[in-house]
């Protein structure tokens, strides 16, 4: 099993950056795929990116397509959500999930564990 916990939300303005990290437990940490959702006020949690086992494969939602990009560290159990350019609409706690399937996946389902949350908070 793993363990991720997630930080380096916090208050940012639009247009500006942020990354926020997810550290993870476990010895098998890089045969896990790895995932961010988000979840804002009012609405359901969605996918937002992931990363496969060795980082081969990533997968974007369209709505941060060329704005976000996900990384991974297996050396430090750890993985990365860069986020440029950020916008008011991508307020909402950030998740980070981990699937022992390996892939890439855009559905919750796919992941079995899974963080407490970050904040991100874009000011206009």
């Known amino acids: 099993q793993v363990q991720v916990v997630e930080s380096g939300g916090g208050l940012v303005q639009a247009g500006g950056s942020l990354r926020v990290s997810c550290a993870a437990s476990?010895?098998?940490?890089?045969?896990?795929?790895m995932g961010w959702f988000r979840q804002a006020p009012g609405k359901e949690r969605e996918f937002v990116a992931a990363?496969?086992?060795?980082?081969?494969?990533?997968r974007y939602a369209d709505s941060v397509k060329g704005r976000f990009t996900i990384s991974r560290d297996n050396a430090k159990n750890t993985v990365y959500l860069q986020m440029n350019s950020l916008k008011p609409e991508d307020t909402a706690v950030y998740y980070c999930?981990?699937?022992?399937?390996?892939?890439?996946?855009?559905?919750?389902?796919?992941?079995?564990?899974w963080g407490q949350g970050t904040q991100v908070t874009v000011s206009s």
């Open positions: 990363i496969s086992w060795s980082g081969g494969t990533i």
């Open positions: 476990g010895r098998t940490f890089s045969r896990y795929g």
């Open positions: 999930a981990a699937s022992n399937a390996g892939g890439t996946y855009s559905q919750e389902y796919e992941y079995g564990f």
